[in-house]
């Protein structure tokens, strides 16, 4: 199998959240084309916080992009002088107001088509309250402590539809079996 050789890139768009390049790029067939492809999107993490009795954080936030409210684990944007378990405590306090020991249990990119941004995913047990406020107005979270039935029966029934939680919990389904 031959990688793709980029021949030249135009920049299209840029701003502080993403970067859209279009590349023409060689196939390994010899034949050119045009290719949309993003960067500065930065690495994610997200949190599957589990509290003494098993039951699992589990959040709405209303996303703008498909107007609904959509069910997700604590997390966000890695900074860009963060590691990924770093990020992943800092948006776990600014989203729940806990703290925890963190285990990473997987990571996936995000969009491989058109980028090469990784979303980590972490296991937080021992969790501790602590008093941390968001400041970015863009979120508001209602929160959900739910048994892994619950969340299956959610995700059997459709209610789930953000691509990130059901990646992260195929990661958490699956952590003792790797």
Do not use: C
Request: charged share 30%; aromatic share 14%; net charge negative.
């Amino acid at each position: 199998m031959k990688s793709w050789k980029k021949i030249s890139e135009k920049l299209l768009l840029e701003h502080p959240r993403i970067s859209i390049y279009e590349d023409e790029v060689e196939l390994p067939n010899g034949r050119r084309t045009q290719y949309l492809r993003f960067t500065n999107r930065g690495d994610a993490a997200q949190v599957i916080v589990v509290d003494d009795s098993g039951k699992i954080l589990v959040q709405k936030e209303y996303s703008y992009p498909p107007n609904e409210w959509l069910y997700q684990f604590p997390g966000g944007k890695i900074d860009n002088n963060e590691s990924p378990a770093d990020g992943a405590k800092r948006e776990l306090a600014e989203e729940s107001q806990y703290s925890a020991d963190l285990t990473e249990i997987g990571w996936f990119y995000v969009d491989n088509r058109r980028s090469d941004s990784k979303f980590y995913v972490f296991m937080a047990t021992n969790i501790k309250t602590i008093s941390t406020h968001s400041s970015d107005d863009e979120e508001e979270f209602e929160h959900y402590w739910l048994t892994e039935e619950e969340i299956d029966h959610l995700i059997k029934d459709g209610d789930i539809k953000n691509y990130s939680f059901l990646a992260a919990w195929a990661f958490y389904k699956t952590r003792n079996v790797l």
